[in-house]
């Protein structure tokens, strides 16, 4: 699979879980191959992906890297919160994976850089999914965020009561 099937697959997946908190999602970049590891040694100087905005103005991204070092990270027993946008971000991408298991994927891993994430617990939080595509391909997607660019993050769960809905595994067909 080339980046933009895979973003295509995710990209139907969050428009079809219609998440009051995601108010659009959009593509970004012209890349077919991730960037990385680093300028000099990247095959493209471009970047693409996917960019989610939020209620809160706050936004998302998901693109397709190289970067060597990356390690597994257990999804989060609970949802991060919105002040930690980018793994809540990448935690509800596999959260939708796991529901609708698109058969363009054979599986998924949550994974972090070692140095990623809180002062106090760096690498212990998800910054990226590794994706092994269903032709052998394999795919990471990290995740990066802004903060709200009007007001601040909600500190508590801004919608509990959403539900992933019935028939999600449909959009990753």
């Known amino acids: 699979m080339q980046l933009a099937q895979v973003l295509d ?3 139907r997946l969050l428009v079809a879980a219609e998440h009051p908190e995601i108010v659009k999602v959009e593509r970004y970049g012209t890349a077919t191959e991730p ?8 095959r493209t100087t471009l970047i693409s ?21 990356v390690v597994e990270v257990p999804v989060p027993a609970e949802m991060p919160p919105p002040t930690l946008r980018a793994p ?3 935690t509800f991408v596999a959260q939708l994976l796991d529901i609708a298991r698109p058969p363009a994927f054979a599986s998924w891993q949550l994974v972090t850089p070692v140095t990623a994430g809180p002062p106090d617990r760096p690498g212990t939080l998800p910054y990226g999914i590794a994706i092994t595509c269903a032709d052998g391909t394999k795919m990471l997607l990290l995740s990066q965020a ?9 500190a508590e769960e801004p919608f509990p009561d959403y539900v992933i809905p019935d028939g999600l595994a449909a959009a990753a067909a």
């Open 9 to 11: 697959v995710i990209e």
């Open 35 to 42: 960037w990385g590891p680093d300028a000099a040694r990247s």
């Open 49 to 69: 992906g996917l960019k989610a905005t939020f209620t809160s103005t706050s936004t998302a991204f998901l693109n397709g890297r190289i970067l060597p070092g």
């Open 88 to 90: 809540r971000f990448v």
């Open 146 to 154: 802004t903060g709200a660019m009007v007001g601040a993050e909600p």
